[in-house]
């Protein structure tokens, strides 16, 4: 009876539990800025593809918007507004969800404007006047320039396998896989150029996390002249700035742990953030890209874990800019350092409102200067004969990541790699991926490259490697 008498009271608490304790944690908190965003997104969307791209507004809703969910209005109209004169557009009109806005710079493209900010402010945002290397690329030789003779005409190559490789790039069974232009390049030389309906040599479009690639590369280019390693702390101070800020243990992230996506820091886009906050809120809604990038928390030791996020490419961008040393000169180097030195005439570099290269993601291109981009690795890094990145740096780029290693072995160092135990295509293939199916893929022992530009949407989930495999069987 004793024992009863003390078990009781609290039975009867539990009993009395407060109903607390049924609830769920369902409310969307970050729904406000998800809509901020999605307004941001088609702002920059049909900002680029009118401005960078010269699509007309019938293709951009078509295409460019076929990723979006609920796309503000069509192409006859709605709550949206083109300033043709200024090339900007705002999405949205004014109420609970801001209007956002996104402008044509010159040299850069379109910059995403924050909710506070109306075209009144365009003269205050960044542009990019250094003027492109002399001569008409017309009139200059492939790959320097878009001069072709012949294309196609090739030893060893069976014609019918690479048009069939080229049917099975456009004639896809699912919609949504959305293929705009394909080259193959072989032996330096292309074998096959391919477009879709309203897609020129010319015409630009996203590259997505293709650019980390290039970013990759201009900062092995500061690698190999020694101002930038791949060893050392980042070497610049983190947010919430600490009393003690040697004590920090963000000092011990190195080049090397961003550049394999193995910082240790908070994850933001892996856990359905990208497109609420994190380095959505600056490629979509006006925010500052570096100060994002460096609040992150660290939680893991660095280079134990492989975690793929925005944050950590623009982490190594920020080092480079402080490797750089002033505001003109990073501002010019993604074209005095690689573009320009390679006839990549037809690249734009994206920045944030603060002049920041959104490098994780934001870069306006073609195919064919992918394709030059992507001969630069198959070359070994020289180009006309002059080294631009070293056969170290290549090597580093295309090494797993040792946080991947016996878990599929698939990322390096800005680029992806060939999963292990796949052995339909060379293991030394080696590949740029951006979202809606950007690829450049680097074949050495096959002496290829490979370039196909995509505006999938939906399901997505085009594979690069079994368009190389596709490829190969062209090859004898």
């Keep these: 009876m004793k024992n009863l008498l003390i078990l009781f009271p609290l039975f009867s608490l539990l009993l009395a539990a407060p109903s607390y304790a049924q609830q769920e944690d ?84 379109c910059v995403i404007l924050p909710p506070d900010q109306t075209l009144a402010d365009i003269d205050n945002l960044p542009e990019l006047t250094l003027p492109y290397p002399a001569g008409d690329p017309a009139q200059v030789s492939w790959p320097n320039g878009d001069l072709i003779q012949n294309i196609g005409s090739h030893e060893n190559l069976d014609s019918d396998a690479l048009q069939a490789a080229g049917d099975w790039a456009f004639d896809r069974d699912t919609p949504e896989q959305d293929t705009l232009s394909l080259i193959v390049v072989h032996d330096g030389e292309i074998i096959l150029e391919r477009y879709a309906p309203g897609i020129e040599m010319s015409t630009r479009t996203r590259t997505w996390s293709t650019a980390k690639s290039i970013a990759s590369t201009l900062i092995g280019i500061l690698v190999d002249d020694g101002r930038m390693a791949l060893d050392e702390p980042l070497g610049f101070g983190w947010y919430p700035e600490n009393r003690s800020s040697e004590t920090d243990p963000r000092n011990e992230i190195t080049l090397r742990h961003v550049l394999n996506m193995s910082s240790g820091l908070e994850t933001i886009d892996n856990r359905g953030m990208e497109y609420a906050t994190g380095s959505g809120l600056s490629y979509w809604a006006g925010a500052s890209s570096v100060a994002g990038a460096r609040s992150r928390a660290l939680i893991r030791e660095p280079g134990t874990y492989w975690d793929y996020e925005n944050y950590d490419t623009l982490l190594g961008v920020y080092a480079m800019k402080q490797a750089l040393g002033g505001e003109k000169a990073y501002a010019e180097f993604p074209r005095k350092a690689l573009l320009d030195r390679i006839g990549m005439r037809n690249t734009l570099v994206s920045t944030d409102r603060f002049g920041d290269f959104v490098l994780s993601s934001q870069v306006y291109t073609n195919a064919r200067d992918l394709a030059r981009f992507g001969m630069l690795y198959l070359q070994g890094g020289v180009w006309d004969g002059e080294r631009l990145i070293s056969e170290e740096w290549i090597k580093f780029s295309s090494t797993p990541a040792p946080a991947t290693v016996g878990r599929g072995g698939m990322y390096g160092g800005q680029w992806w790699l060939v999963p292990e135990g796949r052995t339909d295509v060379p293991a030394d293939a080696y590949s740029t991926n951006g979202n809606r199916g950007q690829y450049t893929v680097v074949v050495p022992s096959h002496n290829i490259v490979i370039v196909r530009r995509g505006l999938d949407y939906g399901r997505q989930g085009f594979s690069q490697w079994d368009l190389t495999r596709e490829v190969l069987k062209a090859i004898n």
């Design 26 to 109: 369902s409310y969307d908190y970050w729904a406000p800025q998800r809509a901020i965003i999605a307004r941001g997104q088609q702002a920059i969307f049909m900002c680029n593809g009118l401005f960078s791209g010269n699509r007309t507004l019938e293709q951009v809703f078509d295409q460019e918007l076929a990723f979006l969910r609920n796309p503000i209005g069509t192409a006859d109209g709605g709550d949206y507004n083109v300033e043709w004169d200024l090339q900007a557009v705002e999405v949205g009109t004014p109420g609970a969800v801001p209007t956002m806005r996104a402008v044509f710079r010159e040299g850069i493209g």
